[in-house]
């Protein structure tokens, strides 16, 4: 599923426009971001939970040369799946 599906049939449940729907499911994604990159998390219960974690700095080989090559430190986005979440995707 795409984004405008998504938007599709969150409309279709809602009863509200596409634009509308669309401009919901915009600023949540964005508030969602906002927190993650302030350096919070975002909790939805029975959904999951977004948060940031730390990967440290490491060497890798470059896939066609072998040749090493130095990979940087970087923040990364952890998502983990609520009990509710899970239970409805192990039931289907």
């Known amino acids: ?9 969150v409309a279709d449940r809602t009863g509200d ?5 669309g401009d919901v499911i915009d600023a949540v994604l964005a508030a969602i971001m906002r927190a993650l ?9 029975g ?10 700095a ?11 090559i130095q ?5 990364t986005v952890k998502f983990t ?3 509710a979440f899970k239970d409805a995707v192990n039931a289907g």
């Open 1 to 9: 599923m795409n984004k405008q599906q998504l938007t599709d049939a």
């Open 17 to 21: 426009s596409n634009a509308a729907t």
């Open 37 to 45: 990159t302030d350096g919070g998390a975002v909790q939805l219960v």
């Open 47 to 56: 959904f999951g939970s977004f948060s940031t974690g730390q990967r440290a």
């Open 58 to 68: 490491r060497t890798g080989r470059n896939p066609s040369t072998g040749a090493e």
């Open 71 to 75: 990979i940087a430190a970087a923040r």
């Open 81 to 83: 799946a609520g009990k």
